[in-house]
């Protein structure tokens, strides 16, 4: 990306983010309990360890510090040897501990790059209970998601608009979801994105603010808009900044304040004693056959693999949007790489499209024989064997898996180029559209189009187009 550095009355903006997101584990961070904290039922998974008993003691979730190491090998990190959790202390109501257990000196990953975004760290902590203060007097709180494993990802202030934003945001949630350790959906609170917003006129970096409670890329974007106006306008009126956290009102489309921005001495931070200092190399957290799993889960990389085959690149935005669909493409083009653009052309419209009309629906994990039956499908496409009509009129059946060959041998729609066969059509097309052929005749070249359109109908899709439209126009110019 190489975006022109916008500026507005001379100054610059300058944006860093940070962004939380829920890691899908199977339980809990430091205790055996499930990782759900969407469950309708509150404060059922809880246990004396993330309810903060006295006497218990955490232990570290292998496979989330996993979760973490792998999106920091999809970015290019450097993956830290030693690593220690922190205490950051503060008192509230949704930290039943009196502090929250996070990573300060020694994140698992420094580093890195996405979208062509330079990240600082990526960290391990534990989420917060959720409170509710909607409820009349007093707040309620739901501890289903206190100790639920949070990673923290923090770019370096180097974007400077709104749609960089955006758009990392939206690649980051990508690359969570492929790699399966988010699901990342922002309106569940599963990714939460913060704004480090200031502008400067002269190149440094001027007073930050920090907008909180974005729920969606669209938020984002306002928000940073709307922070950027307000600061120059109080600059320009020869005010300053106050270095804040403010608040985002999606009803409003403005940002508040909410309180003075602590800064991280106000945590006393401090080693937790509970939990030893592990090495990752050591414990046989980070593997080496890990990282070409990896590669193939990057979006940037799918792009381009999808690039090499030849699609275009609005087809491979829909397959990578939907991995649902990107299954089919690639099982077919595994049987065969010649596929790809047929397989692509109807992935990317023909089932998104049945998809959309609700005549099929086409479920998160797809069966291998599905699979199976739109690769065969494509295949016969590919080989001439189907014309691309019968294959449309055939993919609601083939994506619920009935074999195309069989359907294709039971109902007789092989593609018919015996000229013989096919003669008797066009001599039958013709004669029943005298006045067709006529107009056709004095120059309406269009009228040929429809006239192969009635042959096909006639062989219910199955004559090749190709030879039916040339046995007319040899019928027709005798
Ligand atoms: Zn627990």
């Known amino acids: 990306m190489n975006r022109e550095i916008e500026t507005t009355n001379g100054y610059t903006p300058t944006i860093g983010l940070e962004v939380h997101a829920e890691l899908k584990t199977a339980t809990k961070m430091f205790c055996g309990c499930k990782n759900a904290p969407h469950d309708n039922e509150v404060n059922t998974h809880v246990c004396p360890i993330c309810m903060a008993h006295p006497g218990t003691l955490p232990l570290v979730n292998k496979e989330a510090v996993q979760k973490v190491l792998d999106v920091g090998t999809a970015v290019g990190a450097t993956l830290a040897g030693y690593t220690e959790f922190d205490r950051k202390n503060y008192f509230y109501p949704d930290i039943p501990k009196g502090y929250q257990i996070s990573q300060f000196a020694y994140p698992l990953v420094v580093g890195g790059s996405l979208h062509n975004v330079a990240l600082t760290r990526i960290h391990l902590e534990e989420d917060t209970a959720r409170s509710s203060h909607e409820h009349g007097e007093g707040s309620i709180v739901d501890y289903n998601r206190a100790g639920v494993p949070l990673m923290e990802l923090v770019t370096e202030p180097v974007i400077h608009d709104a749609e960089t934003a955006a758009s990392f945001g939206r690649e980051l949630q990508l690359l969570l979801r492929e790699l399966g350790v988010s699901d990342a959906n922002m309106e569940k609170g599963e990714m939460r994105v913060e704004a480090n917003i200031s502008v400067s006129k002269d190149g440094s970096l001027g007073t930050k603010v920090e907008v909180k409670n974005l729920n969606s890329f669209k938020a984002v974007q306002d928000a940073i808009r709307f922070e950027v106006k307000r600061h120059i306008a109080l600059l320009e009126k020869g005010e300053k900044v106050v270095q804040e956290t403010r608040g985002w009102d999606e009803n409003r489309s403005l940002t508040f304040s909410q309180r003075k921005k602590e800064s991280s001495h106000d945590y006393r931070y401090f080693p937790d004693p509970d939990i030893p200092n592990f090495d990752t190399v050591d414990s046989g957290l980070i593997s080496v056959s890990r990282q070409s799993d990896i590669s193939d889960k990057i979006p940037s990389k799918i792009r381009e693999k999808y690039l090499n085959l030849g699609l275009p690149s609005k087809q491979i935005e829909v397959l990578i949007d939907i991995p649902t669909l990107r299954a ?28 959309t009309s609700g005549a099929v629906v086409v479920f998160d994990h797809v069966l291998s024989d599905h699979l199976a039956a739109f690769a065969e499908l494509v295949g016969m496409v590919a080989d001439g064997s189907v014309t691309s009509r019968v294959a449309k009129d055939l993919l609601p059946e083939v994506l619920k898996g009935s074999s195309a060959k069989e359907l294709v041998a039971s109902r007789g729609l092989a593609t018919s180029s015996d000229a013989g066969a096919l003669g008797t059509v066009v001599d039958q097309v013709i004669a ?32 090749n187009p190709a030879i039916l439209r040339s046995l007319l126009e040899e019928r027709i110019n005798k």
Not at 332 to 352: C, F, G, I, M, R
């Open 328 to 355: 089919y493409f690639e099982y077919a083009v595994v049987q065969n790489t010649s596929y790809a653009k047929v397989a692509a052309n109807y992935l990317t419209s023909d089932v998104v499209g049945l998809m």
């Open 432 to 463: 029943a559209n005298e006045s067709v052929v006529a107009e056709y005749k004095a120059g309406k070249v269009a009228s040929m189009q429809f006239l192969v359109g009635q042959c096909m109908k006639a062989t219910k899709g199955a004559g």
